[in-house]
């Protein structure tokens, strides 16, 4: 029979087991959502270099494309949120290594760094629409014009320079992908995909 004494340092032993348990991936509905919000925000972007910026405001076809972006960024705010949740309250794979010790210690950066700009995207996106009286135009058919351009807006361009910075991010999360599934070849994308997760 175990020492009192001993047992407040088993206990302890045995709830830090259980913190630190995992497995080999991530939960169904975190996978789900992250591929969701993949091609929704790169989808999002698209839309927004390609199709909004390059669209004169006095366009008639102007309304309906601003109403599929905002309402498609409220959707992927909504899911981020959700997203954020499930990762927080699931058990996960532990991290994986580049093999360099201060690029592991920039990745946890640069994924939460995806919750930020997503949140100041969302946040810079519902200022304009506010301050440009954007609700009314595009969700209440007022009859209203847009404004003859939304650069006069610091929040636009401060969007503007986040969804290049989004982008960006975007852009070294694949090729960092890249990297562990073809040069180290550790599997990590069948991490982020479905299948049993089996634990460790």
Same mark, same amino acid.
């Given at each position: 029979?175990?020492?009192?004494? =001993?047992?407040?340092?088993?206990?302890?032993?045995?709830?830090?087991?259980?913190?630190?348990?995992?497995? *080999?991936?991530?939960?169904?509905?975190?996978?789900?959502?992250?591929?969701?919000?993949?091609?929704?925000?790169?989808?999002?972007?698209?839309?927004?270099?390609?199709?909004?910026?390059?669209?004169?405001?006095?366009?008639?076809?102007?309304?309906?494309?601003?109403?599929?972006?905002?309402?498609?960024?409220?959707?992927?705010?909504?899911?981020?949120?959700?997203?954020?949740?499930?990762?927080?309250?699931? *058990?996960?794979?532990?991290?994986a290594t580049t093999g360099y010790p201060l690029l592991d210690r920039i990745a946890p950066i640069t994924h939460y760094g995806f919750y930020v700009l997503v949140l100041l995207m969302a946040g810079t996106?519902?200022?304009?629409?506010?301050?440009?009286?954007?609700? =009314?135009?595009?969700?209440?058919? *007022?009859?209203?014009?847009?404004?003859?351009?939304?650069?006069?807006?610091?929040?636009?361009?401060?969007?503007?320079?986040?969804?290049?910075?989004?982008?960006?991010?975007?852009?070294?999360?694949?090729?960092?992908?890249?990297?562990?599934?073809?040069?180290?070849?550790?599997?990590?994308?069948?991490?982020?995909?479905?299948?049993?997760?089996?634990?460790?």
């Amino acid at each position: 029979m175990l020492d009192p004494a =001993e047992r407040p340092g088993l206990e302890c032993r045995t709830g830090a087991s259980l913190k630190m348990k995992q497995v *080999s991936r991530y939960h169904p509905l975190l996978v789900t959502l992250h591929w969701v919000l993949a091609v929704l925000i790169v989808a999002a972007l698209a839309l927004g270099f390609f199709v909004h910026v390059a669209m004169p405001n006095s366009d008639p076809a102007k309304i309906g494309i601003l109403r599929v972006h905002m309402a498609g960024g409220m959707f992927i705010l909504a899911l981020m949120a959700i997203r954020f949740i499930v990762r927080m309250r699931t *058990s996960r794979p532990a991290g994986a290594t580049t093999g360099y010790p201060l690029l592991d210690r920039i990745a946890p950066i640069t994924h939460y760094g995806f919750y930020v700009l997503v949140l100041l995207m969302a946040g810079t996106g519902y200022t304009t629409a506010i301050v440009a009286g954007l609700p =009314e135009i595009v969700f209440g058919d *007022s009859g209203a014009p847009l404004p003859p351009t939304f650069m006069i807006y610091p929040t636009f361009v401060a969007h503007g320079s986040i969804a290049a910075l989004l982008a960006g991010f975007i852009i070294l999360h694949v090729v960092a992908a890249l990297y562990h599934q073809f040069v180290r070849k550790d599997g990590l994308f069948r991490r982020m995909f479905f299948g049993r997760p089996v634990s460790k």
